[in-house]
């Protein structure tokens, strides 16, 4: 099973029940023309539930999807869902997107999506959700605390010529010596370990996209954010 969720933080002031208010009822229906008809594409947020300290829901998104049939390229509709969480934390309140179950490059535009229209639905203002990071040096203590629990490491921001990344996985891990080197060369970008007091393998980047590698429900993903990953966002 692989599940990845995207964190952003919502930087304007806002009661949770007025944002459940303004999510409520939001709708929109764009047309689309085909060779054939006309097709109404809907955005909507469906099954909104406001708690004491949260706001959760599902935001349901209709594109057209072109593929090859019959050596003719063809269009038909679909409809993606996003569940999403809105929860305070630490006097701040952050946005959890769940990526939906389609390619890995449109994961990134969807999650990203889902920010920026909650953005402009509760506050107008496009830029009032905002990515939030993990920092380098909180990576980097995550690894060194438990080095046994870590699969993999990717680091970025190489000062070599012509090396972009640079990877360490399997037995490479033990490897203080050559770790160290890569850490004088580059920055942690991702982190791949076992959260062991839940049991589950998950990845984090520096901005705070977490993959799930294990067998658990959506449920089990999303309290390990809520409760372990968002003490570690700056």
């Known amino acids: 099973?692989?599940?990845?969720a995207k964190i952003f933080e919502i930087k304007e002031e806002a009661d949770l029940g007025l944002i459940a208010m303004k999510l409520k009822d939001f709708h929109e229906e764009e047309p689309y023309q085909t060779e054939k008809e006309t097709i109404n594409l809907v955005k909507e947020i469906l099954d909104l539930k406001l708690k004491e300290d949260s706001v959760?829901?599902?935001?349901?998104?209709?594109?057209?999807?072109?593929?090859?049939?019959?050596?003719?390229?063809?269009?038909?509709?679909?409809?993606?869902?996003a569940p999403f969480w809105i929860k305070r934390f630490n006097g701040k309140t952050f946005l959890i997107v769940q990526a939906p179950s389609v390619a890995r490059g449109v994961k990134k535009l969807l999650t990203n999506h889902v920010a920026n229209k909650?953005?402009?639905?509760?506050?107008?203002?496009?830029?009032?959700?905002?990515?939030?990071?993990?920092?380098?040096?909180?990576l980097?203590?995550?690894?060194?605390?438990?080095?046994?629990?870590?699969?993999?490491?990717?680091?970025?921001n190489v000062d070599i010529p012509g090396v972009e990344k640079l990877c360490l996985a399997g037995s490479a891990l033990a490897d203080t010596e050559l770790y160290r080197?890569?850490?004088?060369?580059?920055?942690?970008?991702?982190?791949?370990?076992?959260?062991?007091?839940?049991?589950?393998?998950?990845?984090?980047?520096?901005n705070c996209v977490v993959t799930l590698f294990s067998k658990s429900t959506i449920?089990?993903?999303?309290?390990?954010?809520?409760?372990?990953?968002?003490?570690l966002v700056k």
């Open 1 to 4: 099973m692989v599940l990845p």
């Open 56 to 81: 959760s829901g599902i935001f349901s998104m209709d594109f057209m999807r072109k593929r090859y049939y019959k050596r003719k390229l063809v269009e038909a509709p679909l409809t993606e869902e």
């Open 118 to 138: 909650l953005s402009k639905i509760l506050f107008i203002n496009p830029h009032a959700i905002v990515e939030v990071k993990i920092s380098h040096e909180t």
């Open 140 to 156: 980097k203590k995550l690894h060194e605390s438990n080095p046994e629990a870590t699969k993999l490491v990717w680091f970025d």
């Open 181 to 206: 080197d890569y850490l004088e060369h580059g920055m942690i970008w991702y982190v791949v370990f076992e959260a062991q007091n839940r049991g589950i393998v998950v990845g984090i980047t520096r």
């Open 219 to 231: 449920d089990e993903f999303i309290n390990y954010i809520l409760e372990d990953l968002l003490m």
